[in-house]
């Protein structure tokens, strides 16, 4: 099994950064792909972004590009989610979630096989 814990979420003032990290326990990951949700509450859960783990290739949701990047540390199997000029919008719950296969859709959530438990980000104006 793949465990996922995420870290270095918090409270922030808009405008702020914050860099979020999510470890892959165990043997080095071997997936398709690590991703980036956020749950609000009364708000569906969304896709942020993922970036694939052989080629390093990233994707997001139109609300978060050119504010938010992905990347991964293969060797750590760490993937990190750098969240700069925060909004008071990205105050949610952000999970990571490993796609082991590649076959499903990207971003929906049937295509990820294990997710963590999560971190919050709160954002205040």
């Known amino acids: 099994q793949v465990q996922l814990v995420e870290s270095g979420g918090g409270s922030v003032q808009t405008g702020d950064s914050l860099r979020l990290s999510c470890t892959a326990s165990?043997?080095?990951?071997?997936?398709?792909?690590m991703a980036w949700f956020r749950h609000a509450p009364g708000k569906h859960r969304e896709f942020v972004g993922h970036?694939?783990?052989?080629?390093?290739?990233?994707n997001y949701e139109d609300s978060v590009k050119g504010r938010f990047t992905i990347s991964r540390d293969s060797g750590t199997n760490t993937v990190h989610l750098q969240m700069t000029n925060l909004k008071p919008e990205d105050t949610a719950v952000y999970y990571c979630?490993?796609?082991?296969?590649?076959?499903?859709?990207?971003?929906?959530?049937?295509?990820?096989?294990?997710w963590g438990q999560g971190t919050q980000v709160t954002v205040s104006s």
């Open positions: 165990g043997r080095s990951f071997s997936g398709y792909a």
């Open positions: 970036i694939t783990w052989s080629g390093g290739n990233v």
């Open positions: 979630a490993a796609d082991l296969t590649g076959w499903g859709l990207m971003g929906h959530e049937s295509s990820y096989h294990y």
